[in-house]
T-cell receptor, first 109, second 116 residues
Framework: DAKTTQPPSMDCAEGRAANLPCNHS???????VYWYRQIHSQGPQYIIH???NNETNEMASLIITEDRKSSTLILPHATLRDTAVYYC??????????FGTGTSLTVIP | GAVVSQHPSRVICKSGTSVKIECRSL??????MFWYRQFPKQSLMLMAT?????????EQGVEKDKFLINHASLTLSTLTVTSAHPEDSSFYIC????????????FGAGTRLSVL
């Protein structure tokens, strides 16, 4: 079962930062947080992952709270192509990913 | 990132026939691959974990005789939907992982199965 909760939908103005929250209050000390996104009728695309420290790559930044019970994915300058469903996943033992319902992000022109 | 190829992208078949879907890791070896299905407007549901050289592990409620998984090499896993029926129509997606310590999974583009 998914160990994360996310808001079902969010809107963001084009060019502005999109901040997508995720709660994972039952996360264990050695479990990573992963973010993926899925554009309609395609396979999920890896965005970023983290354990304790904040992470940044060419796509996004990941902010993890000190107690690790929540995190925020930041898309610094959202474009129309960032419209997708974003999934926050905490990997359980055995490497399986259990997807929650995700957040449907709509970037508005 | 790593590339996972899934074929075919779309298949339409008659009820009662079997359909095979292939998942290949193109530039890395994947000891473990995963199969998901996704119904319209729903999230991905993990069906099974495919381990190279051993039997797949199925999630609760997934019929192993209905969804046959073979992982014969480090770069190929196949899912066969046997005796497909209209209720099996869905979007099937595979993933492969294990590249790094954090075990990032990379996903195929998915297969749209329509059973008439």
């Amino acid at each position: 079962d998914a160990k994360t909760t996310q808001p079902p939908s969010m809107d963001c103005a084009e060019g502005r930062a999109a901040n997508l929250p995720c709660n994972h209050s039952t996360i264990s000390g050695n479990e990573y947080v992963y973010w993926y996104r899925q554009i309609h009728s395609q396979g999920p695309q890896y965005i970023i992952h983290g354990l304790k420290n904040n992470e940044t790559n060419e796509m996004a930044s990941l902010i993890i709270t000190e107690d690790r019970k929540s995190s925020t994915l930041i898309l610094p300058h959202a474009t129309l192509r960032d419209t997708a469903v974003y999934y926050c996943i905490v990997r359980v033992t055995g490497n399986q990913f259990y997807f929650g319902t995700g957040t449907s992000l709509t970037v508005i022109p | 990132g790593a590339v996972v190829s899934q074929h075919p992208s779309r298949v339409i078949c008659k009820s009662g026939t079997s359909v095979k879907i292939e998942c290949r890791s193109l530039d890395f070896q994947a000891t473990t691959m995963f199969w998901y299905r996704q119904f319209p407007k729903q999230s991905l549901m993990l069906m099974a974990t495919s381990n190279e050289g051993s039997k797949a592990t199925y999630e609760q409620g997934v019929e192993k005789d209905k969804f046959l998984i073979n992982h014969a090499s480090l770069t190929l896993s196949t899912l066969t939907v046997t005796s497909a029926h209209p209720e099996d129509s869905s979007f099937y997606i595979c993933s492969a992982g294990g590249l790094a310590k954090a075990n990032i999974q990379y996903f195929g583009a998915g297969t749209r199965l329509s059973v008439l």
